[in-house]
């Protein structure tokens, strides 16, 4: 069974859009910036042989505030440049009621069964409830990287950090221990 690290995109990977003390996607490619250590993040992470999962919501697609072109277009520029396994992208809004948006964990649970990946062995990185959640459901290690967001906390987490250079820097000292 293979390990992986599932992450979400806006506000682990690159830098989200912040109104009113809530989270929102850049708007397009030209906004898009890559939040600092994440590239030598996931190159140590990659290099430690996790497969690294991109597991985001993207729901102004169903509310028609964004075009499906523009997110995998982001995605796109973000596979380049980093060192990413999969994206999957979950293009519904709550009242769709899909098993792939988050909080449910059915994106992660579809991509264990595709990769063989032990979710137990595994970790969630994400900066909302909904992350975490997911990653508790699917059975996964969880990792809040806590930008004090007004919004909804999530009730508990396995690690509490403040980027996605910490979360790493966890996730390779619990591999060096056990190896």
């Not at 992450?7 to 397009?28: F, S």
Request: negative net charge; proline residues 5%; glycine residues 8%.
């Amino acid at each position: 069974m293979r390990r992986a690290v599932f992450l979400d995109r806006d506000g682990v990977i690159n830098l989200a859009v912040v109104r009113d003390g809530k989270p929102y996607p850049p708007a397009n490619l030209a906004a898009l910036q890559i939040l600092p250590g994440v590239s030598d993040a996931l190159q140590a992470l990659h290099l430690a042989s996790y497969l690294l999962i991109v597991v985001t919501n993207q729901p102004d697609v169903a509310r028609g505030t964004t075009s499906r072109a523009v997110v995998e277009e982001m995605n796109d520029y973000l596979s380049g440049q980093l060192p990413i396994d999969e994206f999957r992208t979950c293009f519904h809004d709550n009242a769709d009621n899909c098993d792939c948006r988050k909080p449910k964990p059915g994106a992660l649970i579809a991509a264990a069964k595709l990769h063989g990946i032990d979710l137990a062995e595994s970790y969630m990185i994400g900066d909302r409830w909904r992350d975490i959640l997911a990653g508790q459901q699917a059975g996964c290690k969880t990792i809040f990287i806590d930008y004090g967001y007004d919004e909804k906390q999530p009730e508990s987490v396995d690690f509490r950090v403040q980027s996605l250079a910490q979360a790493a820097r966890i996730i390779l000292r619990g591999t060096n221990e056990k190896g």
